[in-house]
């Protein structure tokens, strides 16, 4: 059994690096065969162990998983929704994990702000549709994850902008939004200005 891992270091305006797992048996021999069986249980068991850690900070990914893996099993994509569910389940459909999670992922700090903004005003109001400009007074690099994040949620069903100017990132990480997102229904840039 190999297992290891590799951290693929993307360019600088791209996508944050992503984290690999790669398991391989060896199948020279009769005997090495066996021991394949052997440890494909415990194989399968940290496989879900991912997943269900994955489910604990990114709830709503069940729909996009295949587009996050470079190969995953038919089986832990069907066994993906009976993994356990995160206790307690926060506003927005746990909204708050997947976007602390995903600014660790870019190395920065996330904002209580957005969060409570989120929160308090969003979910109070039972509002889908993410407007940039509630947080255009936020750094480049903070706007970025907040839209990256809206890829993990199915609680967001639209994302707007009005004459906001959006940076390299923010069109990265708006076009990660729209190949990966099975929620997102529209996207409307008004008189946005882009590189």
């Not at 690096?17 to 052997?38: A, I, N, S």
């Not at 255009?136 to 069903?157: E, M, N, R, W, Y």
């Amino acid at each position: 059994l190999q297992f290891g891992w590799e951290e693929r270091v993307a360019k600088p305006s791209a996508v944050p690096p992503m984290l690999h797992v790669l398991v391989r048996f060896p199948d020279d021999d009769t005997e090495e065969r066996q021991q394949q069986q052997q440890h494909a249980a415990a194989v399968r068991e940290l496989a879900l162990d991912l997943l269900a850690t994955l489910k604990h900070y990114f709830p709503d990914i069940h729909r996009s998983l295949a587009k996050h893996f470079l190969t995953i099993t038919p089986s832990l994509v069907a066994d993906f929704p009976s993994l356990p569910n995160s206790v307690p389940e926060l506003p927005c459909h746990n909204f708050r994990r997947s976007y602390v999670a995903h600014c660790d992922c870019m190395e920065q700090p996330f904002r209580d702000e957005v969060i409570w903004d989120i929160e308090r005003i969003y979910f109070v109001h039972g509002q889908h549709e993410l407007d940039l400009n509630d947080f255009s007074h936020l750094p480049a690099k903070d706007l970025q994850a907040l839209i990256g994040a809206v890829q993990f949620s199915d609680f967001f069903t639209g994302l707007s902008a009005n004459a906001l100017r959006l940076q390299p990132e923010h069109v990265d990480a708006l076009v990660a939004l729209l190949r990966r997102s099975h929620s997102l229904r529209s996207l409307r840039l008004c008189r946005c200005t882009t590189p």
